[in-house]
């Protein structure tokens, strides 16, 4: 099973928007209303910061935000600041012999 | 406070075994999902297994289904990883997690302990 495909990095300037897209197939992303999305600092956990495609946790700011169009799923960030400078990644429930699957991840550049 | 802390990472020759733990504390452990994710070092991140809160049932990720077992003591509070058969690519720091309440299977995984690092190396 492959990594779900999502761009190495991105970038963005404080106040602008960014959108991270996360591409699978319909065993995946595409199948199912099940994408959630991760923050990582360097050296820290991840963070959920997105479940269920477009669903916030508690406390997660309401400039994070999901979508998903086909086999493809989208993280957009409004009004960057320079504490979202970070790796985000993707993942998805699959029915495939493996439950989840991630993406390989993406580089947030806040310039 | 939910906290989730590892532990039990280390050095580890090709062929050897290792037991990972992760405590639980500030939630009710016994009622949510639980699940096992790793980071080889300066890479993505990449699901090992997830258990239900009775330990019914248990998914792994294809590579190690047969070497790796997750399991769980509810009256401990406690998270188990038995790695069996270590290779060199099972190196990574080792993130226990917790699902959000209500996931099931879904990739929801709410809290995260700091991790552990399991070196496979001879």
């Known amino acids: 099973q492959s990594a779900l495909t999502q761009p190495a990095s991105v970038s963005g300037s404080p106040g602008q928007s960014i959108t991270i897209s996360c591409t699978g197939t319909?065993?995946?992303?595409?199948?199912?209303?099940?994408v959630s999305w991760y923050q990582q600092h360097p050296g820290k956990a991840p963070k959920l910061m997105i479940y269920?495609?477009?669903n916030r946790p508690s406390g997660v700011s309401n400039r994070f935000s999901g979508s998903k169009s086909g086999n493809t799923a989208s993280l957009t960030i409004s009004g960057l600041q320079t504490e979202d400078e970070a790796d985000y990644y993707c993942?998805?429930?699959?029915?495939?012999?493996?439950?989840?699957?991630f993406g390989g991840g993406t580089k947030l550049t806040v310039l | 406070e939910v906290q989730l802390v590892e532990s039990g990472g280390g050095l580890v020759q090709p062929g050897g075994s290792l037991r990972l733990s992760c405590a639980g504390s500030?939630?009710?452990?016994?009622?949510?999902?639980m699940t096992w994710v790793r980071q080889a070092p300066g890479k993505g991140l990449e699901w090992v297994a997830n258990?239900?809160?009775?330990?019914?049932?248990?998914y792994y990720v294809d590579s190690v289904k047969g070497r790796f077992t997750i399991s769980r003591d509810n009256a401990k509070n406690s998270l188990y990883l038995q790695m069996n058969s270590l290779r060199a690519e099972d190196t990574a720091v080792y993130y226990c997690?917790?699902?959000?309440?209500?996931?099931?299977?879904?990739?929801?995984?709410?809290?995260w302990g700091q991790g552990t690092l399991v070196t496979v190396s001879s």
């Open positions: 993942s998805s429930y699959t029915s495939s012999s493996t439950l989840v699957i």
């Open positions: 319909s065993s995946d992303v595409g199948g199912y209303n099940y």
């Open positions: 269920d495609v477009n």
């Open positions: 258990i239900k809160q009775d330990g019914s049932e248990e």
């Open positions: 997690g917790r699902l959000l309440y209500g996931s099931g299977k879904r990739p929801n995984f709410d809290y």
């Open positions: 500030g939630f009710t452990f016994s009622t949510y999902w």
